[in-house]
């Protein structure tokens, strides 16, 4: 019977984005690709996994009263502290004071595998999960990155971010085995500009740890994104004809057409973060 439930569920593709410093828009560029890809007709779900700073609701202004340590703490259910983004896109907040996911015990570890797997079970849950990390190289990063399906890096041109993008591949290459990597290059002047960041990134990689990288595309520096960010909106919806929805949206459709081997459901992937725990320093 458990066979044939879980053959049931919705295979669901699990995306971490990354950066290796703060300042790059990476939270930006979450909630603007949650949003093109439902409006491609995906379900769509951001955890936001920005443990000690929570940032996508701020970003959508929402203002959600529980988070996922409520959830781990056996004081509310995964349904519970589910909220509502724009399309109605699903969010899981997180908020200061759960760090120590990265350290949960065995209970803690079945509650939030039975919360998945009940929530997973009662909805067709998504098409593809969202994971907003933390910026920088700390365990927790690398907690989340190791688990997901795909990694997706957001970098700049700004060269500090392009060292920083760099040191965090190393760190998830050597010490985690990761190979395989997609770049988004934020806040460029130009289509070569957003290249010529990615191809210096690339060479690096490939000359001091042998592996290559795949570019998913560029975002241009646009006074929408700003003036989205200050009104709290997505700036695909309310400036969907500019240069940089143009973008977000090619980004999204490369994304869902990639050939990632969708390898399970979101309870798979929550096993895979719980087993990553063990792996990673708290």
Not at 203 to 225: A, C
């Amino acid at each position: 019977m458990l066979k044939e439930r879980q053959k049931e569920r919705k295979r669901v593709k699990t995306i971490a984005v990354a950066s290796g410093k703060g300042g790059v828009g990476k939270t930006n560029v979450v909630a603007n690709l949650a949003i093109a890809m439902k409006k491609q007709d995906k379900d769509v779900m951001i955890l936001d996994a920005d443990l000690g700073l929570s940032n996508i609701d701020i970003l959508l202004n929402l203002s959600p009263r529980y988070n996922i340590q409520h959830v781990v703490n056996s004081e509310k259910t995964l349904k519970d502290i589910v909220v509502d983004g724009p399309h109605g896109i699903k969010i899981i907040p997180a908020s200061s004071g759960v760090q120590e996911l990265t350290a949960l015990d065995e209970f803690q570890r079945l509650k939030l595998l039975e919360e998945f797997d009940a929530y997973d079970n009662a909805t067709a849950l998504a098409d593809v999960l969202l994971i907003d990390t933390a910026a920088g190289i700390s365990g927790n990063v690398a907690f989340f990155c190791i688990a997901a399906q795909e990694i997706v890096i957001v970098t700049s041109p700004e060269p500090t971010a392009i060292t920083d993008a760099y040191a965090l591949i190393k760190v998830l290459f050597t010490r985690y085995q990761e190979k395989e990597f997609h770049v988004i290059v934020n806040s460029v002047k130009s289509p070569k500009e957003g290249f010529e960041v990615f191809k210096k990134l690339s060479m690096v990689t490939e000359r001091f740890l042998n592996i290559s990288l795949d570019y998913l595309g560029h975002i241009p520096f646009d006074d929408s994104v700003q003036k989205a960010v200050s009104l709290q909106k997505a700036f695909v919806d309310i400036y969907p004809k500019s240069l940089a929805s143009k973008q977000i949206f090619e980004i999204a459709s490369r994304i869902l057409d990639s050939n990632c081997n969708v390898k399970g459901t979101l309870q798979f992937f929550i096993g895979n973060l719980l087993s990553a725990s063990d792996k990673t320093p708290e």
